[in-house]
Nanobody, 125 residues
Framework: QAQLVESGGGLVQAGDSLRLSCAAP????????MGWFRQAPGKEREFVAGIGVSGDETQYADSVKGRFTIARDNAKNAAVLQMNSLKSEDTAVYYC??????????????????WGQGTQVTVAS
């Protein structure tokens, strides 16, 4: 089973920034679409951002557009999520995911083949 490992979560104040990283095995990272999801207490897991294999195509949830940026760090086989201007409503467990054939279904968690264990992000208001 491939292993995705997230890092970079923590407790910050509203308006601060955080950078999450998702390390993946090389064979996964080089051929899979990479996505970030989040799940707040009592809520469904929701899509946050995703990036294609080449890095040229990115998708974002409306709630994070203009504040979050997803990118590929090819040297580290990692998908990074730069989160700026954080709000209290961004508080959640953030999960990294990988999909071999995502097509148009990048917002659906069921379309992903591998998941990380999650990292907690808490934004204090």
């Amino acid at each position: 089973q491939a292993q995705l490992v997230e890092s970079g979560g923590g407790l910050v104040q509203a308006g601060d920034s955080l950078r999450l990283s998702c390390a993946a095995p090389g064979r996964i990272f080089s051929t899979y679409y990479m996505g970030w999801f989040r799940q707040a207490p009592g809520k469904e897991r929701e899509f946050v951002a995703g990036i294609g294999v080449s890095g040229d195509e990115t998708q974002y949830a409306d709630s994070v557009k203009g504040r979050f940026t997803i990118a590929r760090d090819n040297a580290k086989n990692a998908a990074v999520l730069q989160m700026n201007s954080l709000k209290s409503e961004d508080t959640a467990v953030y999960y990294c995911a990988a999909s071999f054939s995502i097509g148009e279904y990048y917002t659906l968690s069921s379309a992903y083949d591998y998941w990380g264990q999650g990292t907690q992000v808490t934004v204090a208001s």
